[in-house]
Antibody, heavy 117, light 110 residues
């Protein structure tokens, strides 16, 4: 059973860089797309981007300039960095594994990130 | 890219059927059969219930079904149960190789 365990700093100041890591247990990072998705408080889901272990990636156009996604096959982990955060970036961030052509079947537990001065 | 359009809320009584719509454009929902639906309980991560418009992952009840017509996809839950009360989100692949979600729909079981 694949499990995703994520962690990272939960409180940031405006202008800082958000950094989250997602460890994959019970499966390999190889051969799958890995997505990051966020959810502002009380709102819907927003797709941030995805990539696979071959380096093929895709990003939400509205976030592309601030987002870096990476896969570490040696540690079986995927990571997200989001630079220049503002209060509008506050929310729960999820890592997730791709399923079928464009769905996500396994999700991490979510990490609440608050941006406040 | 603009978010897909979902009703903010729907409701139904136990045993009834409800349908949640998800409206996009010919650049996302209407372009491919790559619409997925997620169920989310408060404080929990979303769970995939439908992928590729109409397919159910292993373990998902047959009470959940999906369809699509033009630029609108739909999720139908039949034989409504109290445990179905949750938020439901749709997602679609797009013509610029990205994904987009809807705003989410809160389902209330009366």
């Amino acid at each position: 059973q694949v499990q995703l365990q994520q962690w990272g700093a939960g409180l940031l100041k405006p202008g800082e860089t958000l950094s989250l890591t997602c460890a994959v247990y019970g499966g390999s990072v190889r051969g799958h797309f890995w997505s990051w998705i966020r959810q502002p408080p009380g709102k819907g889901l927003e797709w941030i981007g995805e990539l696979n272990d071959s380096g093929r990636s895709s990003y939400n156009p509205s976030l592309k300039s601030r987002v870096t996604l990476s896969v570490d096959t040696s540690k079986n982990q995927v990571s997200l960095t989001l630079s220049g955060v503002t209060a509008a970036d506050t929310g729960v961030f999820y890592c997730a594994r791709g399923q079928a052509a464009a769905a996500t079947g396994h999700w991490g537990q979510g990490t609440l990130v608050i941006v406040s001065s | 890219q603009s978010a897909l359009i979902q009703p903010a809320s729907v409701s139904g009584s136990p045993g009834q059927s409800i349908t949640i719509s998800c409206t996009g454009t010919n650049r996302d929902v209407g372009a491919y059969d790559y619409v997925s639906w997620y169920q989310q309980y408060p404080g929990k991560a979303p769970k995939l219930v439908i992928y590729d418009v109409r397919y159910r992952p292993s373990g998902i009840s047959s009470r959940f079904s999906g369809s699509k017509s033009g630029n609108t996809a739909s999720l139908t839950i039949s034989g409504l149960q109290a445990e179905d009360e949750a938020d439901y989100h749709c997602s679609s692949y797009t013509t610029i190789n990205t994904r987009v979600f809807g705003g989410g729909t809160k389902l209330t079981v009366l």
